[in-house]
């Protein structure tokens, strides 16, 4: 279904698709490799056209993405593994052949499908991968269109995982804020979260769990800081289920919050509430952004600013379109957004609310089910 989305949105059946970039590998042939875990290097690729699918990849990945692939199945290995079961690599169902390299593999794979096309969409730099094919490329810009496009509206079962990932990974929230509070440290609560996450199917992302003035650091691993009264707690979380992410924030404040950071979180809330009000149908991506922000300004926070407000949301954390002031794109029936105002004063501290919504015909539904509010720890 998500290849017949691509050769779809292509326009033309004169076109073989080539997917290099992890997302979209996964998207084409509904396999992830572990291995994207544990190796910087791993390559895998989806060749397909309307008709036939090849996938690439290394020889220790044949039956497992054998399992998950629609049959009959082709797979180009390369590299070496031992698999006690030569007999099997040819089937009937599942035909393995063996090459050298990535490369060459690649390039088997695209001759195998290149019959009556005359271009090839690559999803990615295509210079970096010693191609063979003498087909000229759909230009780069084409190319990435059609894939994130391809990937922006959402089946049903997208849905559905999306939805469970966000359920799961608001559970881990919920189990963590019970258990925080004044004496207990940063990584504790990240402990939490993690155990929680995994517990329930959830192969976890980032867990951003900073206190006091680290809440200041966008982006930063757990410490053995220990929570204190008047600490605010800012958490941003994120993991894959079945491939698709979660991504949610909220932030809590450790005993009575100061003025200061009751008058913050006032000005954030309620540019998250407009910028959850204005995710609709034929929104434009421009004007919700310039909505949020001119709401946080409003609000108490004159100096607030932002490089953007929101994202797509998918089998990546962050994927097309952006809720920001530039390239501005229509919302359509079946993206995932999620509209986030995080604000980070170094010294200070920083507060944070994150939401996903899934855009309908009628309107948005609110895929996050926690209240957005500043959260009382025990002091």
Sequence with gaps: ????????????????????????????????????????????????????????????????????????????????????????????????????????????????????????????????????????????????????????????????????????????????????????????????????????GIRPGFVVVTSGPRAALADAYASRRILRPGDVVRIDIGGTFGGYWSDTACTAVVGEPSDEIEKVSAALLAGQAVALGRVLPGSQTAEIFHATISAVCAAGLPQYRRHHVGHGLGLAPHEFPTIG?????RLVPGMVINVETPYYRPGWGGIMYEDTLVVGEGGAKRLTTLDNRLIILPD
Aim: glycine residues 4%; proline residues 3%; aromatic residues 8%.
């Design 1 to 200: 279904m998500n290849r017949d989305r691509v050769v779809a949105l292509g326009g033309t059946r004169d076109l073989l698709y080539v997917a290099a970039k992890l997302p979209n590998v996964v998207y084409c042939s509904g396999y992830r490799s572990s291995a994207y875990d544990t190796d910087p290097d791993h390559r895998m690729a989806v060749v397909f056209d309307s008709e036939n699918m090849v996938v690439v990849g290394p020889v220790a990945d044949l039956w497992g993405a054998a399992e998950c692939a629609s049959k009959p199945f082709i797979y180009m290995g390369y590299r070496r593994f031992f698999f006690d079961h030569t007999e099997a690599l040819i089937d009937g169902e599942t035909r393995f052949e063996q090459y050298s390299s990535f490369d060459s593999a690649l390039n088997a794979a695209i001759a195998r499908l290149s019959d009556g096309k005359t271009r090839i969409a690559f999803d990615t730099d295509p210079t970096a991968f010693d191609l063979a094919s003498t087909l000229p490329l759909l230009s780069q810009e084409d190319a990435d269109r059609v894939f994130r496009t391809a990937r922006s509206v959402k089946s049903a079962a997208e849905i559905s995982l999306l939805r469970s990932a966000t359920e799961i990974t608001e559970q881990a929230l919920s189990t963590s804020l019970a258990n925080a509070r004044s004496g207990v440290s940063e990584a504790d609560v990240a402990a939490d979260i993690t155990a929680s996450m995994i517990r329930n």
């Design 325 to 329: 002031p530039d390239k501005s794109e």
